[in-house]
């Protein structure tokens, strides 16, 4: 079992480093019970989700301690305020070192949980990226998403053609027998936003696992 690390905690809002293959929050079926709110919980009165990140990816998460600072935080998604910055490695060379990507998304409905590029019904998604470096046939890129869709990394990533390493779930059955990638190459590793309680900008930071 993955240990979940408590960055940061007060009267408001709890902060957490969620590891790899760990769920946000319970899913229907049993066997997916365990997740970040579920082990909250067990530490903490009261515990309310302010966001997600997919199973998959790692980094920090901020929940609410009372339902005041759950609505000031959820007025902030919203609007789109917090600033969320991820890092991942990408299979090839992704060119140019800079950019951005509005690629429009949509539920895979038949192949659920997938998502896919649908530009006639898909909702506006928009991710910048920066290249950090080349690695061996790989790229190393920070991502700074603007909306946040499902999946909207993954697949921003694929449109550009250079798919996250490790991202299985988008892998052919062949690809998926070749895969050694111990997890799939992304992660959260900056959040900004106003404290509930202070209104103050606030950063938390969780250092890069790979």
């Keep these: 079992m993955s240990s979940l690390e408590v960055l940061f905690v ?16 319970p899913g229907r079926d049993p066997s997916n ?8 919980c067990d530490l903490y009165d009261e515990v309310h989700t302010a966001h997600r990140l997919d199973m ?5 998460m901020v929940f609410a301690r009372h339902k005041e600072a759950l609505r000031h935080l959820n007025k902030q998604f919203e609007k789109r ?13 992704l060119t140019p070192s800079s950019g ?10 038949p192949n ?22 080349y690695l061996d046939n790989q790229t190393r890129v920070n991502y700074f998403p603007k909306t946040g869709r499902s999946h909207q990394l993954r697949l ?12 299985d779930l988008y892998m052919s059955e062949e690809e998926l027998r070749n895969n050694t990638a ?18 103050e900008k606030v950063v938390f930071t969780s250092p890069i696992p790979f």
């Design 182 to 199: 111990p997890r799939m190459m992304l992660h959260a590793y900056s959040i900004e936003l106003f404290h509930p309680g202070s209104n």
């Design 156 to 167: 921003h990533s694929i449109g550009l053609g250079h798919r996250i390493v490790g991202d």
């Design 33 to 40: 019970f365990d997740s970040v709110y579920i082990r909250l």
């Design 100 to 109: 951005a990507v509005n690629f429009p998304l949509i539920c895979d409905w």
């Design 10 to 25: 007060d009267d408001d809002i709890i902060v957490v480093d969620k590891p790899a293959d760990l769920l946000s929050v």
């Design 81 to 93: 305020i917090p600033q969320k910055h991820y890092q991942a490695i990408l299979e090839g060379k």
């Design 56 to 60: 998959k990816t790692s980094g920090v």
């Design 112 to 133: 659920r949980p997938k998502q896919m590029i649908n530009y006639e019904y898909g909702k506006p998604s928009l991710t910048r990226w920066q290249v950090v470096e």
